[in-house]
Structures are given as structure tokens and as C-alpha cells.
């Protein structure tokens, strides 16, 4: 009967983990895999949304003023500060975890074809394409 009951446990156990691992959110805030920059997640409409609100180097160099999406190349959004910068809105659901849509990249001032996931309750992985050719990286969860 004890041992009914402790198989029982280790199963029920193992099973809430994977339920815990499914729900796992992309809400809160994320710190890049270079440590340069930390991006809050949040739901937006059907999907969510992630915008800049740190940065490691917050100030240009070249001006000593606070950094702005420089390589923009529409003139009036190269202006904009970094910190608030949206780099994806409304990215939608496609699967458990998992969300699609455009992420701008303010390092070139382009805008690519993405897919986050959440791979744990700590790591997101971010990747984006251009035609065939694709890259990633994996951002871990700050603060809890």
C-alpha cells in the first residue's frame, strides 16, 4: 500500500511539474544574452509586446546624451530615446509558449520576422530571420 501511494506521489509530482513548465509566461522582464539591454514583456491585445527599459549604456558616447535609435532610418524615429523603445507589439500566439510576429533591431534599424519562446520558467528564447538565414539568442528572466 506504502508503495501504491509513494509511486502515486512521485507521479502526481512529475505531473504538476510539466503543468507548471507548460504555464510557464513570457510576462516580466528579460536581460539579453550580451547583458546589454533589459526588455519588459507584457500582454497586449491578444498577444504581447516588449519595449527597452534598461540599458548597460544608457548614454551616447559620441554626445553624452542619452541614446537614441540612431540608425532608424526614418529621421523622425531616429530620435527617439532607447529606453521606451518598442522592439515588438502585438507579436500573436502560434503554439504553447510561443509567439510570432516583427522584432526591430535598433543595432541596424531593421525589422525582421520573429518567434519568442519560453523555454523555462528563467530562459525566453528570441529568434529572428531574414529570408533563409536565422539567428537567436536566449534571454533569461530578472528579478522575481
Not at 32 to 53: E, L, N, P
Not at 72 to 93: T, V
Amino acid at each position: 500500500m506504502f508503495r501504491r501511494f509513494a509511486v502515486l506521489t512521485v507521479l502526481l509530482a512529475a505531473l504538476s511539474g510539466a503543468t507548471t513548465a507548460q504555464s510557464a509566461e513570457a510576462n516580466g522582464t528579460w536581460l539579453t544574452q550580451a547583458g546589454d539591454a533589459r526588455v519588459k514583456i507584457s500582454k497586449c491585445g491578444g498577444g504581447i509586446c516588449g519595449h527597452i527599459v534598461w540599458l548597460r549604456e544608457p548614454m551616447d558616447t559620441a554626445t553624452g546624451q542619452p541614446a537614441t535609435d540612431s540608425k532608424n532610418p526614418n529621421p523622425a524615429l531616429a530620435k527617439r530615446s532607447m529606453i521606451g523603445l518598442p522592439l515588438f507589439s502585438g507579436m500573436q500566439p502560434a503554439g504553447p509558449n510561443r509567439w510570432s510576429g516583427q522584432i526591430y533591431n535598433a543595432d541596424d534599424g531593421s525589422t525582421y520576422a520573429s518567434s519568442i519562446t519560453v523555454t523555462s520558467a528563467e530562459s525566453l528564447r528570441v529568434e529572428g530571420c531574414v529570408g533563409a538565414l536565422c539567428g537567436g539568442e536566449t534571454w533569461s528572466r530578472v528579478g522575481r
